[in-house]
């Protein structure tokens, strides 16, 4: 069965960061991608951010370039989403997702509990 257990999220002020992780289990983690996703309420899920699964490709949501970093480490079973320079449009629930196969355009099948990321003075 799988299961994403998200963590890290808080409260943090404007231009602060925060770094998420996600512990994942029940499948062959190196196997897929991943991805982070969020949501805001009553917005729809967006992707911030997905990498390969080797590690070795990334791709970032516009509003995510430059200031989040998605980073993943097989042998652990975990991914990694460092976010700086956090702004109050930044405050959502973040996801960690499973893929359906070794890149992100196959898709994603699961979603973690999630996270809350809150920014605010």
């Known amino acids: 069965q799988v299961q994403l257990v998200e963590s890290g999220g808080g409260l943090v002020q404007p231009g602060g960061s925060l770094n998420l992780s996600c512990a994942a289990s029940?499948?062959?983690?190196?196997?897929?991608?991943m991805a982070w996703y969020r949501r805001a309420p009553g917005q729809k899920g967006e992707m911030v951010a997905q990498i390969r699964n080797d590690g070795r490709l990334t791709d970032y949501a516009n509003f995510a370039l430059d200031r989040f970093t998605i980073s993943r480490d097989n042998s652990q079973n975990t991914l990694f989403l460092q976010m700086s320079n956090l702004q109050p449009e930044d405050t959502a629930e973040y996801y960690c997702?499973?893929?359906?196969?070794?890149?992100?355009?196959?898709?994603?099948?699961?979603w973690g509990q999630g996270t809350q990321v809150t920014v605010s003075s």
């Open positions: 029940g499948f062959t983690f190196s196997t897929y991608a």
């Open positions: 997702r499973k893929g359906t196969g070794e890149n992100w355009y196959s898709g994603f099948e699961a």
